[in-house]
């Protein structure tokens, strides 16, 4: 190949996401430039730890990070939250506003000062509060011990919540011994892989951090060196790839939860009313927080929150 | 350079750099930035910036001083000494006594601490005078000492354990759990070893003197008894707090640490001056360790990243091999990394190339990991590099050298080894405790 | 050469002996989170993190002190068998990888203190401490294993009998 180049993913290799974004990803450039661009695909932890492969990408270790740039919002502000909504108005509003409503224009000048190219987004499944007693709405995460990070941490934090700060491999057994008694983590497939089913025997739905997507992005050495008739085609590979991941992926969530169900799991339904006070208290930390910490933040909430508003979403 | 010569010329130069002397950490380093540099980009030396920057946020990491702070006060404090005493009386009189009641005492210091070298130092010093002036033969008495100090890092808590469980993202107490039971198992191992070869040669580990056992009384036996309650009170801190969910494991080594130093102004055994000391001890093991550690991860990202993970991956899955046949070449690539090599650094190097083959070959990870700590016991008594081997040099009496100490590992290791074949042969005895505990 | 290698050494000592104290309150720490959150079901924010920033300055600043103390562990067994001044050359050859390695990791951290400081960079979490400072305490750590490194390179070459005795109690 003309150009080779090694890429990172956040998904675990095992997982669907990983075979069927970042692998079929891979394949789809491969055949799409004619084998001129060859993609060397790595899983969450292989090359480094998944909280520098932003770091990575910008000093151009990686050509490809497949990531969430929140992990580089200790350095850049504007970039707290970034793959996080406050409300789902369907599964597809962040890939969408990328693309149609001028996210790209906005996250690609930040993120383009960092030496990085922000190549596009994939859908992404929501999180749910997984608990040992039921969650049935935000009274019950008063004076909670859970385990959260990022928006989740300082949306539970408002309503409440004592909020513990663990490393992925302590969460199972810190439900398990009741260190804490709830976790968000991250997506179903996921949390279901690592067993916390086994220990967690509450899950609150709906997920009320839909809608939210995850990042690729290439380091800008690399992508000025592809030439300029290959680029439409590499973005092409990746639209391809997470449309068909986004089927598959709520296929497979949907699947889960009548497993979940069946082995014992109860699926606590919020109401409407409780899921709206968890959007408001989001929407707050990221108005008076995140906002307040940065201009470009601001702008970017702002064109969310107008894109929501188009999709009927009606912001307090 | 095809990724097979790389591979050669990689591993080839570390282990050259290795016997010529070059301590792991900067062997590793070197040898990693070099190749790097040259098959990967002068760009891919950030990796090495970017796994220092992990390793200083790796909660889990944080139980590795805390444990070995521990040791040090354990070891500076004399705790070990009422253990060792209490073993004396009860197990003296029987015919290579001594030696199974240091693989007793081995197991229950094991059961608090997380490293292997409390039960070393402290049996080194107190249990190995002891045979010896009994005449109990040399190589097994120390052979016991540190096969059975090794079970510190199998018996729960165990730093190979957090190390694994983090990297394999499994959950720590589960890892923990799988260990236990190997742990007893190789412990019962030693003990029947040794009391074969006493029946077999009883001047191999004579009984106590029968005048010597009438002048214990009573009241000592009770006294002694009781000299174990601190220790016992220890283990239940550190596990219990575990265990009942007080605390992660990052936070028992801290409990483990407090209350060990606890137990040593109680016993009016422990000085200020002890403190510092141990301090900086701790500082120097810990510091080294990371180090090796962060070397390791460079290392096997720039193999990984030059197409060393999928060769491994090919050259064990793509030639059809039964699983079982895979899993054993593992294990002798432990092993022999072992010989040479520090066992948390070879559980970083390892563990990102092999648990996906493991996976993919339908073996269990938890099982995995309780074969890999197995082995690695192995490498702490296996020359030329065992950390055992210098713990006990630096505390045998006089008149032991190292060459007595190379010798008399033979036959432990082999123990250590038949532990390892049951364990692949019956991997219930890894896994079945943690699903039951567990609840899977 | 003799006082610029004792310095080096009292240096290190001196980093060394502070940083080792460190375990100290992140024992004391990290016993606050227990009792916070099992006593008084509170759990703190700022426990984790705070241990995990001691535990950064702590095992990077204590990288001289070690090496001055010859606690990086290595395989001596082939050394052993050689004379003297055999010996000391295959010890400035490795203490010469040793230097090269220290280098690159001095260049490579530094840039991402740079990058760190530029940016004030925090830790991504609810309770954001600034994580510049650790970042920034891995080059300076790179540059004290430096110097030592140097320190026993001069002693083993230029001045053999002036060697410290590396010791034995490191545990693992
Ligand atoms: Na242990
Ligand atoms: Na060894």
Redesign the pocket.
């Known amino acids: 190949a003309e150009i080779t180049w090694r890429l990172q993913s956040v998904a675990g290799a095992g997982t669907t996401e990983y075979k069927n974004l970042v692998e079929r990803f891979a394949k789809e450039v491969n055949q799409r430039t004619g084998g001129r661009v060859e993609v060397k695909t790595f899983p969450a932890g292989m090359l480094m730890s998944s909280a520098t492969v932003v770091d990575a990408v910008s000093k151009g270790t990686l050509d490809v990070g497949h990531t969430y740039l929140v992990y580089f919002s200790g350095k850049e502000p504007a970039l707290k939250a970034v793959n996080e909504w406050p409300a789902e108005v369907n599964a597809l509003q962040g890939y969408n506003w990328f693309y149609e409503g001028g996210g790209s224009e906005l996250m690609r000048k930040i993120v383009a000062r960092h030496n990085m190219h922000f190549l596009g987004v994939s859908p992404l499944l929501g999180e749910q509060i997984w608990s040992k007693k039921p969650i049935r709405g935000v009274a019950d995460l008063k004076g909670l011990k859970v385990r959260a990070a990022g928006l989740a941490a300082d949306g539970f934090a408002k309503l409440g919540a004592s909020v513990v700060a663990l490393p992925g491999e302590e969460v199972y057994t810190a439900l398990q011994r009741g260190v804490v008694d709830a976790v968000e983590f991250t997506t179903m497939p996921v949390n279901y892989g690592l067993g916390l089913q086994e220990v967690a025997k509450f899950i609150s739905v709906p997920s009320y951090s839909g809608g939210g997507t995850s990042d690729w992005i290439v380091s800008q050495a690399a992508w000025n060196k592809v030439p300029a008739e290959l680029k439409p085609k590499i973005e092409e590979a990746l639209k391809v790839a997470s449309m068909d991941y986004n089927t598959s992926a709520v296929a497979e969530e949907k699947e889960l939860m009548v497993k979940l169900e069946k082995s014992g799991v109860t699926l606590v339904k919020w109401p409407d009313s409780e899921m709206r006070k968890m959007e408001n208290a989001r929407l707050a930390v990221m108005k008076d927080k995140y906002a307040a910490e940065s201009k470009d933040y601001a702008e970017k909430l702002d064109s969310q929150l107008k894109f929501l508003g188009k999709l009927g979403y009606r912001v307090n | 350079m095809g990724v097979q010569l790389l591979t050669v010329v990689l591993f080839g130069s570390l282990f050259a750099l290795i016997f010529l002397g070059v301590p792991l950490a900067f062997a590793l380093g070197s040898v990693a930035v070099v190749v790097g540099f040259f098959e990967w980009g002068p760009m891919a030396l950030h990796l090495l910036a970017g796994h220092v920057k992990s390793a200083t946020f790796n909660y889990t990491l944080v139980s590795i001083p805390f444990f070995m702070f521990m040791a040090g006060i354990l070891n500076k404090a004399g705790v070990a000494n009422d253990l060792y005493h209490a073993i004396h009386v009860l197990f003296g009189p029987l015919r290579g006594g001594l030696a199974v009641g240091t693989v007793l005492a081995c197991t229950i210091i094991?059961?608090?601490?997380?490293v292997s070298a409390v039960g070393v130092m402290a049996m080194g010093s107190l249990a190995l005078p002891a045979m010896l002036a009994r005449g109990y033969e040399k190589h097994m008495s120390m052979g016991t000492i540190l096969a059975g100090g090794a079970?510190?890092?199998?018996?729960?808590?165990?730093v190979l354990g957090i190390v694994y469980s983090g990297l394999a993202n499994l959950s720590v107490g589960q890892v923990f759990l799988s260990g236990l039971m190997p742990g007893l198992l190789l412990a019962s191992l030693f003990i029947t070893y040794v009391l074969l070869k006493c029946w077999i040669n009883p001047a191999a580990g004579p009984a106590m003197p029968a005048e010597e056992r009438a002048r214990i009384t009573g009241r000592e036996r009770i006294a002694s008894l009781l000299g174990i309650v601190p220790m016992a009170l220890l283990v239940l801190a550190v596990l219990g707090a575990m265990f009942t969910g007080i605390a992660g494991p990052t936070e028992a080594a801290a409990v483990g640490a407090v209350g060990s130093m606890v137990i040593g102004f109680a016993r009016r055994s422990l000085r200020w001056g002890d403190i510092a000391d141990a301090a900086r001890e701790t500082l120097k093991s810990t510091s080294m360790v990371i180090w090796i550690a962060v070397a390791s991860l460079v290392f096997v990202s720039v193999y990984a990243g030059i197409g060393g993970d999928k060769l491994v991956r090919s050259l064990l899955i793509g030639m059809d091999l039964p699983a079982w046949v895979v899993m054993t070449i593992m294990m002798v690539i432990l092993f022999l990394l072992g010989m040479v090599m520090d066992p948390i650094g070879i559980i970083f190097l390892t563990t990102p190339i092999f648990l996906p083959i493991v996976v993919a070959l339908g073996f269990d990870p938890l099982w995995y990991g309780g074969m890999l700590i197995i082995n690695l016991e192995m490498s702490y008594l296996t020359p030329p590099f065992g950390y055992n081997l210098f713990y006990l040099n630096s505390v045998a009496p006089k008149g032991i050298s190292m060459k007595d100490i190379y010798k008399s590992t033979p036959p432990f290791i082999a123990l250590q080894g038949l532990g390892l074949v049951i364990c692949a042969f019956a991997p219930q005895v890894v896994t079945w405790l943690p699903k039951y505990v567990l609840g899977q | 050469m003799r006082q610029l290698c004792d310095a080096i050494d009292r240096l290190n000592d001196w980093v060394g002996s502070l940083a080792a104290l460190l375990i100290l309150p992140s024992l004391l720490i990290t016993m606050i989170e227990v009792v916070a959150r099992y006593a008084f079901n509170s759990p703190t924010v700022w426990v984790n993190e705070s241990v995990q920033i001691l535990f950064g300055f702590y095992f990077l600043l204590g990288g001289g002190y070690t090496l001055l103390h010859g606690g990086h562990v290595r395989v001596d067994l082939l050394l052993l068998g050689l004379k003297p001044r055999a010996r000391r050359r295959a010890d400035v050859i490795g203490l010469v990888v040793t230097i090269f390695y220290f280098a690159v990791l001095l260049w490579f951290t530094g840039d991402q203190a740079i990058d760190a400081i530029a940016s004030r960079e925090r830790a991504e979490s609810p309770w954001a401490p600034y994580i510049f400072p650790v970042l920034t305490a891995a080059p300076v750590a790179a540059a004290l294993m430096l110097l030592q490194a140097v320190a026993l390179i001069v002693r083993a070459y230029v001045d053999p009998t002036h060697a410290i005795k590396p010791d034995n109690d490191v545990v693992g």
Not at chain 2, 110 to 114: D, I, L, Q, R, T
């Open positions: 094991a059961a608090m601490s997380g079970l510190g890092q199998l018996i729960p808590p165990s």
